[in-house]
């Protein structure tokens, strides 16, 4: 079709074409693999967050067949290029996007109809999803940068220091969480704030989006500027056991950004995708300045520091 123009994916196997219209443009999604999860999924939980209110992309219409649907084109203005202007008030829109966040995390609704008319009912973000995508790090990073003798060791090890730290998470899963909820996935939409990537989103904890936000590998901010909208947040939320939600937000930090080492170092090494490389030395630095902080990384930190010496300061 010549009104159809390829424009830049993510790291899925998503491709995306806008569609040129008089009236409106609209963004084709294709999907030959992982076609439940990228279609059916992602239009799903776009319905629940439309229907609460967030604007995310609507489906204009859907060929599951022939792979693809036709959704809503929020345009090319994500937020983060939108913060890489200059004269940009950075925290201006880190207020908006809180004030968004908590009205997802507000969202009860946990089911809804998709448009092949079952119902999709949204699952939780439980101990053996969060042990297996950490656990990436180990499948893929380290074992493209350990030496074969320690594969075994390390992983073991890897994998035992993971679950110990799960086991210290505090709070219940039991609000939305987008599971990528950074700059990048917001969009500017007419002075709103569109949502899209959101096919992943699971019922979880509180802390995990804002960590996704807040230590956001593609996104460097300083640490007085982490604080400042991280201490926003707990400003809006009266009900916050603030030690216990410390302690979340630290250690899902932490595993997300081992996973997303994990993730970039297979997008390069499995897809080809090998752009991701260069955001691992910032994710580095980023566990590092979490783990330095609280006492309940000191096995984690151990065992890095042993096999990454020169990544763990």
Do not use: C
């Not at 036709?70 to 913060?83: A, H, R, S």
């Not at 926003?232 to 216990?244: A, D, M, R, S």
């Not at 979340?248 to 081992?258: G, K, Q, T």
């Amino acid at each position: 079709m010549k009104n159809l123009k390829k424009i830049k994916g993510d790291a899925s196997f998503r491709k995306f074409y806008r569609k040129k219209s008089k009236k409106a443009n609209s963004i084709i999604v294709l999907a030959k693999k992982e076609k439940i999860k990228n279609l059916i999924i992602y239009e799903a939980i776009n319905r629940i967050l439309n229907k609460n209110k967030i604007l995310a992309p609507k489906l204009i219409k859907e060929n599951y067949k022939k792979n693809y649907i036709e959704i809503q084109d929020f345009g090319d203005y994500t937020i983060f290029k939108t913060l890489k202007r200059k004269k940009v008030n950075k925290f201006l829109y880190f207020k908006k996007i809180i004030d968004l966040l908590i009205r997802i995390q507000l969202i009860k609704n946990r089911s809804i109809k998709n448009f092949k008319n079952k119902i999709y009912h949204i699952p939780e973000y439980n101990e053996k999803i969060l042990i297996n995508e950490t656990n990436l790090f180990s499948k893929w990073y380290a074992e493209e940068n350990l030496k074969n003798s320690k594969k075994k060791t390390f992983s073991k090890k890897f994998n035992k220091v993971i679950k110990e730290l799960i086991s210290k998470l505090s709070l219940k899963n039991n609000v939305f969480v987008h599971r990528d909820f950074h700059v990048s996935n917001l969009m500017l939409v007419r002075n709103e704030i569109g949502v899209i990537d959101s096919q992943d989103a699971l019922i979880g904890n509180k802390a995990y989006d804002l960590a996704s936000l807040i230590d956001d590998v593609r996104f460097k901010t300083s640490k007085s500027f982490k604080k400042k909208v991280y201490d926003h947040y707990l400003k809006k939320q009266k009900n916050l056991i603030k030690n216990k939600f410390k302690n979340d937000f630290e250690i899902l930090s932490v595993l997300r950004n081992l996973k997303i080492i994990g993730i970039f170092t297979r997008l390069s090494l499995r897809d080809g995708k090998k752009k991701y490389i260069k955001l691992i030395p910032y994710t580095w630095e980023l566990i590092n300045m979490r783990i330095k902080e609280n006492k309940v990384f000191f096995n984690l930190k151990s065992l890095l520091s042993q096999n990454f010496e020169k990544k763990i300061k």
